[in-house]
């Protein structure tokens, strides 16, 4: 893992939590903070469960799946955090991750040192809204892991589609879904061949289009629908 300056110039500062974090510091006070970039290749871990919890990830690039491990050695998937995702919202509340967090890609992230992140959210209601908000998407998100063992495939793969696009930053119906089809499956709990048949029967409906990691999403109304 490499590290870069701290993204003083990054055109992504005036939405993003990084920005938020040092709105209004000099170029010095920046530095003092401690927010740089970091570079993971494919399969590189950005941290381990029991790893100390000193910094909040933001993604600029590429992709990261969260997951742990069970005790019959299968991998359990907790979530995936693709671009302007956080990762590692662990280190607002406890001194460890509880997660392991490794890149699907070669991926592009800035690094906030936890103990600038929690001043910032004393000093500002803006910046501690924006996590509390982060904090809220992610309970709603893993209330939505227990509702769906009620679910069909089809409803499964329908929603994660649905929130995937909720919340891209690409114009349009594309999001891209880099994780294989054998990590989906353990996120939504389906077997990997059950997943291709419902992305088959999706792209047969022209409910979607797919090619490579590039999803189209034709016709949402359908596809609301089914979930």
Not at 159 to 187: C, H, K, N
């Amino acid at each position: 893992m490499s590290a870069t300056a701290p993204c003083i110039d990054c055109p992504r500062q005036s939405r993003c939590l990084g920005g938020l974090l040092v709105e209004g510091m000099t170029p010095a006070q920046m530095q003092s903070a401690g927010v740089s970039r970091s570079v993971l290749d494919k399969g590189e871990h950005l941290y381990r469960i029991g790893d100390r919890a000193e910094h909040l990830y933001l993604v600029r690039g590429g992709a990261f799946k969260t997951y742990v491990v069970s005790a019959d050695g299968d991998e359990e998937i907790r979530g995936f955090q693709l671009a302007e995702d956080i990762v590692g919202l662990d280190a607002v509340c406890n001194p460890e991750f509880r997660a392991n967090a490794r890149a699907l890609s070669r991926t592009w992230v800035c690094r906030l040192p936890i103990a600038a992140v929690r001043a910032r959210m004393l000093e500002t209601v803006q910046f501690r809204d924006r996590i509390l908000s982060a904090l809220g998407h992610e309970f709603d998100r893993l209330h939505g892991m227990l509702h769906r063992e009620r679910c069909s495939a089809d409803q499964r793969v329908a929603a994660f589609l649905l929130s995937q696009l909720d919340a891209t930053i690409t114009p349009g119906g594309e999001i891209e879904l880099p994780m294989s089809r054998v990590d989906l499956g353990r996120y939504l709990d389906l077997a990997t061949e059950t997943v291709s048949r419902v992305f088959t029967r999706l792209q047969s409906r022209k409910v979607l289009r797919k090619q490579g990691t590039r999803c189209e999403v034709v016709d949402r109304d359908a596809l609301c629908a089914l979930a």
